[in-house]
């Protein structure tokens, strides 16, 4: 079993964030819950019901930094899942990159995945402004 959460040591596979090599036990890299990455989630099918649930009663979302890779679908899916309960009129959703580069390609796919395109210009209104990138957040 691997460790895992604030203050437990990283697992064997975790990586430094500047030259990507192995960092077995850094407990600096843990200060939070930590998503891991692609190659180590099994702790994401205990989340799908948080997100899906976080979903149907959001109606203002804020994404900083997340660009919704295609290995992380599992995330669309329960955002189109929790978006189909919500009772809102309106959610939107404000995607934060590195600068609208980077946002309107992630807007661009979010808004033609099959998963989503019913729900958008009806309930899900994604907006790609530009807000600085992290600096402003």
Same mark, same amino acid.
């Given at each position: 079993?691997?460790?895992? $959460?604030?203050?437990? &040591? @990283?697992? !064997?596979?975790?990586?430094?964030?500047?030259?990507? *090599?192995? /960092?077995?036990?850094?407990?600096?890299?843990?200060?939070?819950?930590?998503?891991?990455?692609r190659?180590?989630?099994?702790?994401?099918?205990?989340s799908?019901?948080?997100?899906?649930?976080?979903?149907?009663?959001?109606?203002?979302?804020?994404?900083? $930094?997340?660009?919704? &890779? @295609?290995? !992380?679908?599992?995330?669309?899916?329960?955002?189109? *899942?929790? /978006?189909?309960?919500?009772?809102?009129?309106?959610?939107?959703?404000?995607?934060?990159?590195r600068?609208?580069?980077?946002?309107?390609?992630?807007?661009?796919?979010?808004?033609s995945?099959?998963?989503?395109?019913?729900?958008?210009?009806?309930?899900?209104?994604?907006?790609?402004?530009?807000?600085?990138?992290?600096?402003?957040?």
């Open positions: 079993m691997v460790p895992r $959460g604030g203050g437990k &040591p @990283a697992s !064997d596979n975790r990586r430094c964030a500047h030259c990507k *090599d192995v /960092l077995p036990g850094r407990k600096e890299l843990l200060d939070g819950l930590v998503v891991p990455p190659y180590d989630k099994e702790i994401i099918e205990g799908k019901g948080a997100i899906r649930r976080a979903f149907a009663w959001a109606n203002n979302i804020l994404s900083i $930094g997340f660009s919704y &890779p @295609a290995q !992380d679908e599992y995330f669309v899916q329960c955002m189109s *899942d929790g /978006l189909r309960e919500n009772p809102n009129s309106e959610v939107k959703l404000s995607l934060v990159l600068g609208k580069a980077g946002t309107d390609p992630v807007k661009q796919r979010l808004e995945d099959p998963r989503l395109a019913p729900l958008i210009g009806t309930l899900l209104k994604i907006d790609a402004t530009d807000l600085g990138g992290f600096e402003a957040i």
